[in-house]
């Protein structure tokens, strides 16, 4: 993981987002919380999932010694306690949550060195065990767990009968 890519990931994972979350309103509050035997169940807990994990690993990227930004960007979002915990009941309330999230993660990218991606970051799972990995493969991770569920947040989608269309990386970002 370089800086640069950080900075496309991060502009890729935004830009999915919308459009997930455009797709996602044209359903029925009904057709988004349809349980549709995902890991999360439903379209809406699947999204809720993408939103805590990346607020969880907000939480954890403030903690690296040079992030006083994201220390003080992310600080006012509380910290999830669970993976699927449910942090709003519809749409309405979470789509703004996560562009907020999806803003500080474009801001936060764009402050990224190399010098800081060949360092470790220690930080507590969600089982309170105290963790230290090398934090390119952390936010490299952190980008690959956001389009992994929102694949699965795609397919829920289809079989609702709303195509995303093109999810490629390489046809949305330059």
């Known amino acids: 993981m370089t800086p640069q890519t950080t900075i496309r990931m991060a502009s890729y994972n935004s830009q ?19 349980e549709r035997g995902a890991f999360f169940g439903s379209l809406f807990k ?10 969880v ?21 509380a910290k999830p306690h669970a993976l699927n915990q ?18 500080i993660i474009i801001d936060w990218a764009a402050t990224l060195t190399a010098e800081q991606l060949d360092q470790t970051l220690r930080y507590s799972n969600m089982a309170g065990q105290d963790m230290e990995k090398d934090f390119a493969l952390l936010v490299t991770h952190f980008f690959n767990h956001q389009t992994h569920h929102r694949g699965q947040a795609s397919t ?3 079989q609702a009968g709303v ?7 390489l046809a949305l970002v330059s």
Do not use: C
């Not at 999915?16 to 349809?34: G, I, T, V």
């Not at 690296?64 to 992310?74: K, M, N, V, Y």
């Open 16 to 34: 999915m987002n919308q459009r997930l979350y455009d797709a996602a309103a044209s359903l029925s509050a009904q057709d988004l919380h349809q």
């Open 57 to 77: 690993w907000l939480h954890r990227f403030a903690q690296h010694p040079d992030a006083h930004a994201l220390r003080e960007e992310i600080g006012v979002f």
């Open 46 to 55: 699947t999204m809720m999932h993408i939103a805590v994990g990346d607020t």
């Open 156 to 158: 829920l989608l289809y």
């Open 163 to 169: 195509d995303i269309g093109v999810t490629d990386l």
């Open 86 to 103: 449910q942090l709003f009941g519809t749409l309405a309330e979470l789509a703004p949550y996560r562009r907020k999230l999806d803003l």
